[in-house]
């Protein structure tokens, strides 16, 4: 496919069907075709995507609107899904970046060398997979990615701590944070990015605002872990007072 531009499907933060830098627009139910194709990985039946895709509708209306939609995308000038029998796929040249980016999550949960971490930009704008989209095969697949995504951003955060780039895993750390604020372990690395720096005003207001979230809405302590990073830094006030 040398000298064809990249086609590019980005199912984070938003649907985007890219073919180099051109964005197609597609209706709906093509979205939904290849992100359910996308997110399946390998090639699937035509009676199991259109039953999928359109759960309110007969048998030969649903086939009816997967042939829609497949007709749609051959108007396209670049190959997108391809046939396999009764059965269609993604085509291989297609870039999805929710693969990109759960095998960054892998490779940061693993073992975080320094390509895997100078690309955890990324997976921070990431943020939600099709946040909006209420389909029960994308919500499955959003809580896997969500999980996913939390513990490379954790891991991430503690080795570029340890490597001394204090302002990337503070990103990283916030970006976990976001995505889970009630997570001790995502604020602990705030608060240990903050102290890195040498900011230890703000490592302290970071945990008085976790503690003061978690006695309202959950009626409980941050962990001993927590506490004993700011200990040292003003007791009485880390200890004692919630006004």
Request: aromatic share 6%.
């Amino acid at each position: 496919m040398s000298g064809h531009p990249r086609v590019l499907l980005r199912l984070t933060s938003e649907f985007q069907l890219l073919v180099g830098s051109e964005e197609l627009s597609v209706p709906r139910g093509v979205q939904r075709l290849l992100a359910f194709l996308a997110i399946a990985g390998s090639p699937v039946a035509r009676s199991r995507v259109a039953g999928q895709l359109w759960l309110d509708v007969p048998e030969w209306r649903a086939l009816g609107n997967l042939r829609s939609a497949l007709w749609r995308l051959r108007r396209v000038q670049r190959p997108i899904v391809r046939s396999l029998d009764d059965r269609i796929a993604l085509d291989g040249g297609v870039v999805v970046d929710l693969e990109e980016l759960t095998r960054l999550t892998g490779n940061l949960s693993a073992h975080p060398d320094s390509d895997a971490l100078s690309r955890v930009s990324q997976l921070v704008a990431a943020r939600d997979l099709l946040p909006g989209w209420e389909d029960e095969w994308i919500i499955i697949e959003r809580e896997r990615f969500r999980e996913l995504r939390i513990h490379a951003l954790e891991r991430a955060s503690r080795s570029l701590l340890e490597r001394g780039y204090h302002a990337a895993a503070m990103d990283a750390a916030l970006a976990a944070v976001e995505a889970e604020p009630f997570r001790d372990s995502a604020q602990r690395l705030v608060v240990q990015a903050y102290l890195s720096e040498g900011n230890a005003a703000s490592a302290l207001r970071a945990y008085l605002a976790f503690r003061d979230l978690m006695e309202v809405e959950l009626g409980i302590e941050p962990s001993d872990a927590m506490q004993q990073l700011v200990a040292d830094l003003h007791p009485a006030e880390a200890r004692l007072t919630h006004r």
